[in-house]
Protein backbone atom coordinates (compact mmCIF):
# COMPACT_ATOMS: atom_id res chain seq x y z
CA UNK A 1 0.00 0.00 0.00
CA UNK A 2 1.32 3.51 -0.64
CA UNK A 3 1.41 6.27 0.85
CA UNK A 4 -1.34 8.31 -1.39
CA UNK A 5 -3.24 5.08 -0.27
CA UNK A 6 -2.83 5.22 3.34
CA UNK A 7 -3.85 8.63 3.36
CA UNK A 8 -6.95 8.29 1.35
CA UNK A 9 -7.65 5.26 3.55
CA UNK A 10 -7.47 7.27 6.73
CA UNK A 11 -9.68 10.18 5.60
CA UNK A 12 -12.56 7.45 4.21
CA UNK A 13 -12.32 5.69 8.00
CA UNK A 14 -13.19 9.17 9.00
CA UNK A 15 -15.85 9.93 7.36
CA UNK A 16 -16.96 6.53 7.82
CA UNK A 17 -16.90 6.84 11.61
CA UNK A 18 -18.56 10.07 11.47
CA UNK A 19 -21.06 8.10 9.59
CA UNK A 20 -21.05 5.17 12.60
CA UNK A 21 -21.22 7.40 15.71
CA UNK A 22 -23.85 10.20 14.12
CA UNK A 23 -21.21 12.51 15.93
CA UNK A 24 -18.34 14.94 14.00
CA UNK A 25 -16.38 16.13 16.36
CA UNK A 26 -16.35 12.53 18.76
CA UNK A 27 -14.72 11.15 15.15
CA UNK A 28 -12.73 13.60 15.05
CA UNK A 29 -10.97 13.72 18.32
CA UNK A 30 -10.64 9.78 18.18
CA UNK A 31 -9.31 10.04 14.10
CA UNK A 32 -7.08 13.25 15.37
CA UNK A 33 -8.85 15.19 12.63
CA UNK A 34 -9.71 18.83 13.28
CA UNK A 35 -13.57 19.50 12.43
CA UNK A 36 -12.60 21.80 9.81
CA UNK A 37 -10.59 19.17 7.89
CA UNK A 38 -13.78 16.40 8.14
CA UNK A 39 -15.89 19.19 6.13
CA UNK A 40 -12.98 19.66 3.53
CA UNK A 41 -12.49 15.92 3.39
CA UNK A 42 -16.54 15.46 3.03
CA UNK A 43 -16.80 18.06 0.75
CA UNK A 44 -14.22 16.62 -1.54
CA UNK A 45 -15.67 13.27 -1.19
CA UNK A 46 -19.09 14.34 -1.73
CA UNK A 47 -17.93 16.35 -5.22
CA UNK A 48 -15.32 13.65 -6.71
CA UNK A 49 -15.31 10.85 -4.76
CA UNK A 50 -12.21 8.74 -3.58
CA UNK A 51 -9.85 10.96 -6.62
CA UNK A 52 -10.53 14.09 -4.81
CA UNK A 53 -9.06 12.33 -1.63
CA UNK A 54 -5.82 12.64 -3.12
CA UNK A 55 -2.86 14.83 -1.91
CA UNK A 56 -2.76 17.74 -4.26
CA UNK A 57 0.85 19.26 -4.09
CA UNK A 58 0.39 22.47 -4.15
CA UNK A 59 4.88 22.99 -5.69
CA UNK A 60 5.40 24.71 -9.07
CA UNK A 61 8.53 24.38 -10.52
CA UNK A 62 10.76 27.47 -10.22
CA UNK A 63 11.79 26.94 -14.35
CA UNK A 64 12.35 30.85 -14.39
CA UNK A 65 15.70 29.99 -12.49
CA UNK A 66 16.70 27.45 -15.22
CA UNK A 67 18.63 28.51 -18.58
CA UNK A 68 17.53 27.56 -22.17
CA UNK A 69 17.75 24.43 -23.21
CA UNK A 70 20.38 25.39 -26.11
CA UNK A 71 22.72 26.81 -23.72
CA UNK A 72 22.22 23.36 -21.67
CA UNK A 73 22.67 21.89 -24.66
CA UNK A 74 26.22 23.27 -25.40
CA UNK A 75 27.10 22.78 -21.75
CA UNK A 76 26.74 19.23 -22.30
CA UNK A 77 28.16 19.03 -25.34
CA UNK A 78 31.25 20.83 -24.41
CA UNK A 79 31.68 18.94 -21.13
CA UNK A 80 31.79 15.91 -23.11
CA UNK A 81 34.30 17.45 -25.18
CA UNK A 82 36.37 18.38 -22.38
CA UNK A 83 35.59 16.45 -19.23
CA UNK A 84 38.92 17.93 -17.31
CA UNK A 85 37.55 21.11 -17.41
CA UNK A 86 36.07 22.45 -13.82
CA UNK A 87 33.07 25.22 -13.42
CA UNK A 88 35.00 28.04 -14.14
CA UNK A 89 37.20 27.01 -17.11
CA UNK A 90 33.76 25.88 -18.67
CA UNK A 91 32.01 28.61 -18.21
CA UNK A 92 34.93 31.33 -19.28
CA UNK A 93 35.70 28.96 -22.60
CA UNK A 94 31.93 28.94 -23.06
CA UNK A 95 31.55 32.57 -22.30
CA UNK A 96 34.55 33.00 -25.40
CA UNK A 97 32.17 30.54 -27.64
CA UNK A 98 29.43 33.06 -27.19
CA UNK A 99 27.54 30.62 -24.90
CA UNK A 100 26.95 32.93 -21.56
CA UNK A 101 26.66 30.86 -18.18
CA UNK A 102 27.73 31.23 -14.83
CA UNK A 103 29.61 28.47 -12.98
CA UNK A 104 26.53 27.96 -11.11
CA UNK A 105 24.58 27.09 -14.12
CA UNK A 106 27.42 24.98 -15.22
CA UNK A 107 27.18 23.36 -11.78
CA UNK A 108 23.45 22.94 -11.99
CA UNK A 109 23.12 21.80 -15.58
CA UNK A 110 25.90 18.62 -14.63
CA UNK A 111 23.66 17.84 -11.65
CA UNK A 112 21.05 17.41 -14.18
CA UNK A 113 22.79 15.41 -16.44
CA UNK A 114 24.75 13.43 -13.69
CA UNK A 115 28.22 14.72 -14.55
CA UNK A 116 28.58 16.82 -10.67
CA UNK A 117 31.90 15.03 -10.59
CA UNK A 118 35.34 14.59 -12.84
CA UNK A 119 34.83 10.26 -12.98
CA UNK A 120 31.36 10.88 -13.68
CA UNK A 121 32.13 13.36 -16.86
CA UNK A 122 35.15 11.28 -17.65
CA UNK A 123 32.91 8.06 -17.45
CA UNK A 124 30.64 9.45 -20.36
CA UNK A 125 33.39 10.74 -22.22
CA UNK A 126 34.84 7.44 -22.27
CA UNK A 127 31.41 5.29 -23.32
CA UNK A 128 30.54 8.29 -26.17
CA UNK A 129 34.34 7.87 -27.50
CA UNK A 130 33.86 3.96 -27.55
CA UNK A 131 30.79 4.52 -29.73
CA UNK A 132 32.58 6.52 -32.48
CA UNK A 133 35.75 3.69 -32.80
Not at 22 to 45: H, I, L, P, Q
Not at 46 to 66: C, D, F, Q, Y
Amino acid sequence: MTTAEKLIKSKMNLLDLAAYLKNVSEACRVMGYSRDTFYRVKKAYEEGGMEALKEKSLRKPNIKNRVSEEVEGAVVAFTLEEPAFGQKRASDTLRQRGVFISLAGVRCVWLRHGLETFAKRLKRWSAGTAHSY
